[in-house]
């Protein structure tokens, strides 16, 4: 239990750096926002700045370009114009042919004229930058000729002069040669204008090209190159001749906390101790819990009986293995908290309970109830593997249940024999009294209409004719034939009486000896015409007395099989086919093929609902007594149809659609098997 304590403690201390972690990364992040919001102003006005003068410089380049010839008066008026109020530009010189040749102002920068950028080895690359790229280049911080450090804006100048050919040849201008137009800016005075000195008060900060060649030998514009390693914000300039970066850092670097991580911390210190200590608590609680569940399922399980608990939610709270035995439940469903309906559910989901004719959410839902309101609950629970068990429920005053499971198998099978002897014997008791008394009452009462034969009407009106002594001859014959064939028609219903009383003790005799394994079945090979035919010939008239129609299709060939036995199976078929028939067809089909010969007999009648197809093989079995017994017989015919059919190693099965009609399906072999089974000639 204590290791889960320890557990906790590892998890919350954990949890509580990860957030800690988290927070300070939060608070990184809005740093590097509000630098980035602030820097984006610089960025816009450093920009904004470079844009103007790049735009006024290459403005001035065009102008010199066209205008070759002018005067350093000429070029003072129109660089004045171009540096107006803007105490940023040094100066603004042109140098054709790659030498400064005239300068605004004059005065202070009379060092720069004449200087000659091929002899210039660090303003040289920039120059030929300009040159070779046709666009404007921006290097610095660099030293200026004149003194002092500055920043040189340097734009491609190229002059043009105006060529004539002979008369009447077009004039057009051809480059003559090229030089560069600067301006140089003040490097302090710049980053005062464009904001960055203020910002640098505040930051650390890095103005630099990404392609860094031609620019004087200067790879950074402004700021210590070593802010690139501190995972700096980065803003880029959008500019048409260069690539230039600003980096930023706070000054000093990122912070390493952030403003209110103590409080946070403390906030965090305070939770983490709340949550063990009342983790303690509960784990403290759980072991006391655990050690009375001990004492108490030590006691119950001491029980020969099962024994379980729930509380008023009707939640498991306890049980014992013996309840577990009986039920033959999974341990992992008999678990505290496990809900009453989720036991019974799996009871019937595992095929262990049965809801008898209740649907299974109903007999769950009046199990529960009666558990709740009734107090002591007194009832039997029947499960599918055979076991009876008695339960014994009991609300107490808290809501909670207790019960008891007792095994009364064994009981409850001593006392289903008996019942179910005493059952037997009633309906064997019924049987005879209706099936055999009714052919019995028969054959009696024609035998005592016969030993009163004078008091039948033919026999009295001969008597009454023959004390006459005119009476004709030919009237007494008729009279005599009347009474005799009265008295035929008696015997020949004695004789089928008798008939069917033989019928059914034969029924009986061969029940009798199927149970006690000792019925003869000798199997011969015979053909099918001597199986089918005695059968239709008898039954045809049958068919034809109820209006049926009776049709027979037979394949010809040969089968292993009792003949005898066999046509008893189908007598009794066609026979319950017919019987149980009451208007449509009787069709008897034989389908033979090598190894098999299939007697299919179907008919028209009301069908047999499925869950009775097993039932019907049973003796004595009936599934509605009513026309059973309107159409005659015992119950016992298809029991002995399918015994025969399986002791002759076949099978009899049955499928029928309700409203319908059924087949029953007789499969024999046709060839005696290899090994023969000795049970046949039992």
Known sequence: MWSLFLCATVLIVLSA?????????????????????????????????????????????????????????????????????????????????????????????????????????????????????????????????????????????????????????????????????????????????????????????????????GTDGSVSLFGDPAVKDQDPVKLDFDFAFENWHLLATPKGGWPDRSTSQWEERLVMAIVASSLLALLGYILWLAETRKSARMLLSDGIEALNDGFVMFDKDDRLILSNAKYQELYNLPSELLRPGTPFKDIVKAGFKGGKLSSGNMGEEEWIAKRVHARRVGGALQEEHHLADGKVIKVSDQLMQNGHSVGLRVDMTEFSKAKAAAEAASEAKSDFMGLLSHELRTPLTVILGVARLSANARLLGPSKELLAALETRDADPKELEVLANRMFDQLSGMMDRMIQSGEHLLHLINEMLDIAKIEAGSLTIIPTVCDTSEIVDPVVQQLTTLSSAKGLEFQVSSDQGSVYVDKVRTRQILFNLVGNAIKFTEAGRVKLTVTVDENTAVFEVCDTGNGIPADEYDSIFDAFYQIDSTATRRAGGTGMGLAISRSLAELQGGTLTVASTMGEGSCFSLTLPTTAPSDPNPGLDA
């Open 17 to 213: 750096y990860r957030l800690d972690r988290l927070s300070y990364a939060n608070f990184i992040q809005q740093v590097r926002t509000d630098t980035y919001l602030e820097l984006l102003v610089v960025k816009e006005n450093f920009q904004s700045v470079v844009h103007e003068q790049s735009l006024a410089l290459r403005e001035l380049a065009t102008f010199l370009g066209e205008n070759p010839d002018i005067t350093q008066a000429e070029f003072s008026d129109r660089a004045q114009k171009v540096r107006g109020g803007n105490d940023s530009i040094i100066n603004i010189a042109v140098a054709p042919d790659l030498v400064i040749s005239m300068i605004y102002p004059i005065e202070g920068n009379e060092g720069a004229l004449g200087l000659n950028y091929r002899e210039n080895a660090e303003q040289l690359p920039a120059v030929q930058k300009a040159l070779n790229t046709g666009r404007n280049v921006l290097a610095g911080p660099i030293n200026l000729a004149q003194g002092g450090v500055g920043l040189i804006m340097r734009a491609p100048l190229y002059y043009s002069e105006n060529q004539g050919s002979s008369a009447g040849q077009n004039i057009r201008n051809q480059p003559r040669s090229q030089g560069i137009v600067s301006v140089v800016l003040d490097y302090q005075k710049f980053l005062d204008q464009t904001g960055i000195s203020q910002a640098a008060t505040k930051y650390d900060l890095l103005i630099d090209a990404a392609d860094p060649v």
